[in-house]
T-cell receptor, first 118, second 113 residues
Framework: DAGVIQSPRHEVTEMGQEVTLRCKPI?????LFWYRQTMMRGLELLIY????????DSGMPEDRFSAKMPNASFSTLKIQPSEPRDSAVYFC????????????????FGPGTRLTVL | AQSVTQPDIHITVSEGASLELRCNYSYGATPYLFWYVQSPGQGLQLLLKYFSGDTLVQGIKGFEAEFKRSQSSFNLRKPSVHWSDAAEYFC???????????FGAGTILRVKS
C-alpha cells in the first residue's frame, strides 16, 4: 500500500502568490482530512471530507484558504493569496469511515508539505 | 467540546530508562483515545488506541498506555527507551462514532546515551 501521498514535499513561495497543495488518500478510504502544524498552534484540523463532500470546514482560517475533493482519489488545499503567517507543515490524512457500532476510524497521515511563504 | 492536555513540552530520558508521557483529556462521554508519534520530517504514525475493554492497551514498538477514567488520563509508557524513540508524541481524543480528532500540543522526547 502506497499510503497517503502529498505533493510537493516542500514549497517556498513569495507573499501574494497562489499555493496549491495536493493529496492522494489511501485507496478505498472515504474520509480525508487537512491539518496544519505550527510551533505556536500545534496540529489543527482545517477541514475534512466524507465521500468527497466537505463536512466540517470550521478550522479553515479565512477566505484565502479553500479545499476541494473532486473525486475519491484526489484533494487540493489552495491558499490565495499566501502570507508569511501561512508558513507551516500541512498534513493530509485519510481514513475508512465505518459507520455504526463501536468502530473508530484510524487516520493515516501523509508525510506533509512544508510551506514557507517569504 | 473535546480537549487534550499534554503537560510536558520536552522530556529527556537516558537510553534504557523507563518513560511515561502524560495526557489528560476533557470529554463528556467515553472517548476514543490515541497516541501518535512523529519522527522529524515525517507524518504521524499511530502507536496505540483505546476505545473500550481492557484499560491497559498495548501498541507498537513496545509502548503501552493506561486509560484511567477517574483521572481523565491516558498516559503512555515504555519500560526501556531506545535512542530511536526520540520523536514527538501526540495524544488525541475522538468522539465515539465520529471522525474528528483533537490533538494535544505534543511532547518532544529526547533520549540521551
Amino acid at each position: 500500500d502506497a499510503g497517503v501521498i502529498q505533493s510537493p514535499r516542500h514549497e517556498v513561495t513569495e507573499m501574494g502568490q497562489e499555493v496549491t497543495l495536493r493529496c492522494k488518500p489511501i485507496s478505498g478510504h472515504n474520509s480525508l482530512f487537512w491539518y496544519r502544524q505550527t510551533m505556536m498552534r500545534g496540529l489543527e484540523l482545517l477541514i475534512y471530507f466524507n465521500n468527497n463532500v466537505p463536512i466540517d470546514d470550521s478550522g479553515m482560517p479565512e477566505d484565502r484558504f479553500s479545499a476541494k475533493m473532486p473525486n475519491a482519489s484526489f484533494s487540493t488545499l489552495k491558499i490565495q493569496p499566501s502570507e508569511p503567517r501561512d508558513s507551516a507543515v500541512y498534513f493530509c490524512a485519510s481514513s475508512l469511515d465505518r459507520r455504526g457500532g463501536s468502530s473508530y476510524n484510524e487516520q493515516f497521515f501523509g508525510p506533509g508539505t512544508r510551506l514557507t511563504v517569504l | 467540546a473535546q480537549s487534550v492536555t499534554q503537560p510536558d513540552i520536552h522530556i529527556t530520558v537516558s537510553e534504557g530508562a523507563s518513560l511515561e508521557l502524560r495526557c489528560n483529556y476533557s470529554y463528556g462521554a467515553t472517548p476514543y483515545l490515541f497516541w501518535y508519534v512523529q519522527s522529524p520530517g515525517q507524518g504521524l504514525q499511530l502507536l496505540l488506541k483505546y476505545f473500550s475493554g481492557d484499560t491497559l492497551v498495548q501498541g507498537i514498538k513496545g509502548f503501552e498506555a493506561e486509560f484511567k477514567r477517574s483521572q481523565s488520563s491516558f498516559n503512555l509508557r515504555k519500560p526501556s527507551v531506545h535512542w530511536s524513540d526520540a520523536a514527538e508524541y501526540f495524544c488525541a481524543v475522538g468522539a465515539v462514532g465520529g471522525n474528528k480528532l483533537v490533538f494535544g500540543a505534543g511532547t518532544i522526547l529526547r533520549v540521551k546515551s
